[in-house]
């Protein structure tokens, strides 16, 4: 569903020259976790060219194959997964240990549903602290702010002088690896070494500290999550898994966690097609979606007014992603097309943040599409939108919510290693969110029919519906599904 389970040439490389990062470096432990199983996402990053030029050479991913027979996700995750620390101590049997470390994200869902349960609030993202300040914590909740903590962290320089000289005696003895052999490489990873040294040292306290029994975590690709996922296997500490966005194979693997909370029937398929057990994953819906959820400030008529919409015309929204030029280019086309100036129908483009494209072509004089300004909400508009279109957004998730039809663009998107490293932009295809769109005809297609055709616009309303019951969880709250899961965890144990 979140791309394929098959696995690309480009995937296939990736996780090859993961296990073999792991294998040839996971002897540079420190406080019993390995370096490399800190570091695989940011190797994956650094090698990218690497993989890049290889992607093409058939010979080389006929010898990964022969070696690794990685041709799966399923197989990557059964593997990779596998290299976790020793359980030194199971810090779970104590009974005085009742703290859950969570990202300050979800601090709204923590302060109304978890307010008997003492918490520890993680702060990474300017989304963590956002949400932090929003909330009046009580004084049995504490924050810790990991970005400055473990700037502030130090090692011992003996154990860093040591690491070094290490890591310098394997690549020494690694020089007739292909990759391994090259400087840029050696040169990253030993500037590497000490971050990945405090972030273990600084994480390992805190646990031990407040004292923490259930991890609660948005991601295992990026700190502090991926440290605190193999302090989970080294202290037998259960690590929920509660992802706010919908992730493919690259966002995902390796996964350590031991309770994962799915958005809804197809994550959970999606979960288990990856080797993760069905009696560990809990359908929770989305917490993002509840809390981000707020009526429109403004009313249909002043969203009309303040972007000149004729009284006659219903509003499309479109909604954009972070693509390349290329691809946000051509679904600029379709949109400057004269044939839709002759329908009712205004389109309005709400830009994601992330979104660097200036779509001069609408700006300069397209009457029937605008742009929405970067400030406001996304609710104003979608509650008063009659269709959504996009590529692959959550935001279909969210018109699905209210009763919208969905038309799925796909235009044309070339290969990138990390926006679209597989066909994971297929996915609102493969779940019939609406009909695909890939082109011009297409889209006229769509709004004529959408505007002239009763049926259709039942349809389209059928497609949604179908697939949001697919998608999410939505007939209970996600705030108690997720506080049911994270109650069990602090009464499981891991072993």
Request: net charge positive; glycine share 2%.
């Amino acid at each position: 569903m979140y791309g394929s389970n098959t696995l690309n040439n480009q995937l296939i490389i990736r996780y090859s020259l993961t296990k073999e990062f792991f294998d040839t470096f996971q002897v540079l432990t420190h406080m019993g976790i390995p370096i490399p199983y800190i570091l695989h996402r940011q190797f994956q990053a650094r090698v990218k060219s690497y993989i890049n030029k290889k992607q093409t050479n058939h010979l080389y991913i006929t010898m990964l194959n022969n070696k690794h027979s990685f041709t799966t996700s399923k197989q990557v995750q059964e593997c990779l997964s596998k290299y976790q620390p020793s359980l030194t101590r199971d810090l779970s049997r104590y009974p005085h240990r009742k703290w859950i470390l969570i990202p300050g994200r979800y601090a709204s869902f923590v302060v109304n549903y978890m307010e008997n349960t003492p918490v520890l609030f993680s702060l990474t993202t300017l989304e963590d602290q956002r949400a932090i300040d929003k909330q009046n914590i009580p004084d049995h909740m504490k924050i810790f702010n990991y970005n400055e903590a473990h700037q502030n962290e130090l090692i011992k320089e003996k154990h860093y002088a040591l690491m070094y000289e290490k890591a310098k005696e394997i690549l020494h003895s690694s020089s007739e690896h292909p990759l391994f052999k090259k400087k840029y490489f050696s040169k990253w990873l030993l500037r590497n070494l000490k971050p990945a040294m405090q972030s273990i040292q600084l994480l390992d306290r805190v646990i031990r500290k407040y004292p923490v029994r259930v991890i609660a975590e948005r991601s295992e690709i990026v700190e502090p999550g991926l440290t605190l996922s193999l302090l989970g296997c080294k202290y037998g500490l259960p690590f929920v898994y509660i992802p706010p966005l919908l992730l493919g194979n690259a966002s995902f693997l390796p996964s350590r966690a031991t309770h994962f909370c799915a958005w809804g029937k197809n994550q959970n398929d999606w979960f288990v097609s990856r080797g993760i057990e069905r009696s560990s994953i809990y359908n929770t819906g989305n917490l993002k979606f509840e809390y981000d959820y707020s009526p429109p400030s403004i009313t249909k008529k002043e969203l009309y007014k303040t972007y000149k919409i004729p009284q006659e015309h219903e509003i499309v929204l479109y909604t954009t992603q972070p693509f390349h030029s290329s691809t946000n280019s051509i679904t600029e086309e379709w949109l400057i097309d004269k044939r839709f100036s002759n329908l009712p129908f205004t389109i309005l483009i709400k830009r994601h943040p992330s979104d660097r494209i200036n779509y001069s072509f609408i700006q300069s004089g397209t009457k029937n599409v605008k742009i929405v300004d970067q400030d406001t909400p996304l609710y104003n508009v979608l509650s008063h939108a009659s269709l959504v279109m996009t590529v692959s957004s959550n935001t279909a998730i969210e018109a699905a919510l209210l009763n919208k039809g969905i038309l799925v663009l796909q235009p044309t998107i070339p290969y990138n290693f990390n926006l679209n490293p597989c066909d994971y932009h297929q996915h609102l295809v493969k779940a019939s969110a609406g009909p695909p769109v890939y082109n011009a005809d297409d889209l006229y297609y769509c709004l004529y029919s959408f505007h002239k055709d009763p049926a259709f616009r039942q349809s389209l309303l059928s497609y949604s519906n179908t697939f949001l019951k697919d998608t999410l969880e939505y007939t209970k709250s996600p705030s108690i599904e997720v506080k049911k899961v994270l109650k069990k965890a602090l009464i499981d144990s891991k072993y």
